[in-house]
Every structure is written in structure tokens, then in C-alpha cells.
């Protein structure tokens, strides 16, 4: 059974940092692809990171390059989501997605196999 399970959200100033998790496992995790998307209410899903595990190619969102990095540590089936100089438009619930299959450019397109929960991060003025 694939299981995601996103933490590290809450509230922040303007300018702050947060680090988000995403635990996994189910899978053959040095073989998928795995990323972060964001969706604030009345607000389209948007695509912030991924990443092909094997391969090592990871996109951004235009609008996080540059603040945002993606990293993994497999001993633990772990990615993160390192949000620097966070913004209020930053807020949002942010989801863990994992393409099972390897799949960079399905799971960029938001057709992932497997999504978690989600996480809500709160950017204050």
C-alpha cells in the first residue's frame, strides 16, 4: 500500500522559512518520481517542485524558482520542501505526489498515481 504523509506546514511571517516532509513508502522509491503541488481556495492546483528520482531532473514553478528547493534522503524514503523568503501568495495546502511508475512529466501535469493529504502553510503580513 503506497502511503504519503505531508507535515511541516504552519503559520509564517512574510520573508520566513519553512522546511515541509513527505514520509513515504509502498514503493520503489529511487525509481518514481515525487513532487510538491499547492491549491489555495479558488485557485487552480498549481505544480511547485518534482523530481526524477533516477534520472536527477527536478523543475520548479516559475514562481518558487529561485526560493524553493526540492531534496530527498532515500535511507528514509523522505523529499522535503525548502521554502525560503515565503510570501503571502505562498499560502496554501501543499500535497506530496508520487508517480509510481517514474513518470516526471505525467506527475508535472498533475497525473500522479498517488497524492497524500496535504499540509497547510499559513504566510502572514
Given at each position: 500500500?503506497?502511503?504519503?504523509?505531508?507535515?511541516g506546514g504552519g503559520l509564517v511571517q512574510a520573508g520566513g522559512s519553512l522546511r515541509l516532509s513527505c514520509a513515504t513508502s509502498g514503493f520503489a522509491f529511487e525509481r518514481s518520481a515525487i513532487g510538491w503541488f499547492r491549491?489555495?481556495?479558488?485557485?487552480?492546483?498549481?505544480a511547485v517542485?518534482?523530481?526524477?528520482?533516477?534520472d536527477?531532473?527536478?523543475?520548479?514553478?516559475?514562481?518558487?524558482?529561485?526560493?524553493f528547493t526540492f531534496s530527498s534522503?532515500?535511507?528514509?524514503?523522505?523529499?522535503y520542501l525548502q521554502m525560503n523568503n515565503l510570501k503571502l501568495e505562498d499560502t496554501a495546502v501543499y500535497y506530496c505526489?508520487?508517480?509510481s511508475r517514474g513518470y516526471l512529466?505525467?506527475?508535472?501535469r498533475g497525473n500522479a498515481n498517488y497524492w497524500g493529504q496535504g499540509t497547510l502553510v499559513t504566510v502572514s503580513s
Amino acid at each position: 500500500e503506497v502511503q504519503l504523509q505531508a507535515s511541516g506546514g504552519g503559520l509564517v511571517q512574510a520573508g520566513g522559512s519553512l522546511r515541509l516532509s513527505c514520509a513515504t513508502s509502498g514503493f520503489a522509491f529511487e525509481r518514481s518520481a515525487i513532487g510538491w503541488f499547492r491549491q489555495a481556495p479558488g485557485k487552480e492546483r498549481e505544480a511547485v517542485a518534482g523530481h526524477h528520482m533516477r534520472d536527477g531532473v527536478t523543475y520548479y514553478g516559475d514562481s518558487v524558482k529561485g526560493r524553493f528547493t526540492f531534496s530527498s534522503d532515500a535511507a528514509k524514503n523522505t523529499v522535503y520542501l525548502q521554502m525560503n523568503n515565503l510570501k503571502l501568495e505562498d499560502t496554501a495546502v501543499y500535497y506530496c505526489a508520487v508517480d509510481s511508475r517514474g513518470y516526471l512529466l505525467q506527475l508535472w501535469r498533475g497525473n500522479a498515481n498517488y497524492w497524500g493529504q496535504g499540509t497547510l502553510v499559513t504566510v502572514s503580513s
